[in-house]
């Protein structure tokens, strides 16, 4: 199985900050990496597919960049509704694993 | 919008069984792949299960091989999840989930989820 490493696991964060979570593959995966968004009681929404494609309707301060085994999600400003905690996932093999999250907080 | 509405959760017993289900509307259902998705209550996400949009390939976990069944009702556009040999570890919130037209592994949106209970 590939394992997914994310970091940091927690983060506190001002808003206007530049926030950036980094997650690692202990194989490549090429660009076949997904991030999502989990809000406090709610379920994960899918935020950036490929590793650096923006979903419909998601805000362009949320991007993602990299490919092989290094990948990184930016929120270039922070703002209170971000509160959430981030997850990343790879799709190139079964099974289809999840890193185990940043939860992001407001300083 | 799309929507997924999961039912079926609720507490159950070691080895117990259990069927959740996941109503879908405002797409066209049997023409997309659908998973399942679960969480341990305050952990991450783990994934289970995925089918085609035709039912004729599905994919599991090695945690739920052999005790979980996947299948799909495109005449109903409902998705099925039969659980059995229920173990307290898989006490989680089950979420269905939405694919692309084939088996993607990119899970958009997502439904709210239904909590399933493994407790004596």
């Known amino acids: 199985d590939i394992q997914m490493t994310q970091s940091p696991s927690s983060l506190s964060a001002s808003v206007g900050d530049r926030v950036t979570i980094t997650c690692q593959a202990s194989q490549d995966i090429s660009n076949y990496l997904n991030w999502y968004q989990q809000k406090p009681g709610k379920a994960p929404k899918l935020l950036i597919y490929d590793a650096s494609n923006l979903e419909t309707g998601v805000p362009s301060r949320f991007s993602g960049s990299g490919s092989g085994t290094d990948f990184t999600f930016t929120i270039t400003s922070l703002q209170p509704e971000d509160i959430a905690t981030y997850f990343c996932?790879?799709?190139?093999?079964?099974?289809?694993?999840f890193g185990q999250g940043t939860k992001l907080e407001i300083k | 919008e799309v929507q997924l509405l999961e039912s079926g959760g609720g507490l159950i017993q070691p080895g117990g069984s259990l069927r959740l289900s996941c109503a879908a509307s405002?797409?066209?259902?049997?023409?997309?792949?659908m998973s399942w998705v679960r969480q341990a209550p305050g952990k991450g996400l783990e994934w289970v299960s995925s089918?085609?949009?035709?039912?004729?390939?599905?994919y599991y976990a090695d945690s739920v091989k052999g005790r979980f069944t996947i299948s799909r009702d495109n005449s109903k556009n409902t998705l099925y999840l039969q659980m059995s040999s229920l173990r307290a570890e898989d006490t989680a919130v089950y979420y269905c989930a939405k694919d692309q037209e084939g088996v993607e592994f990119r899970f958009d949106p997502w439904g709210q989820g239904t909590l399933v209970t493994v407790s004596s």
């Open positions: 996932q790879q799709y190139d093999n079964l099974p289809p694993n």
């Open positions: 405002r797409f066209t259902f049997s023409s997309y792949a």
């Open positions: 089918i085609s949009g035709s039912g004729g390939s599905t």
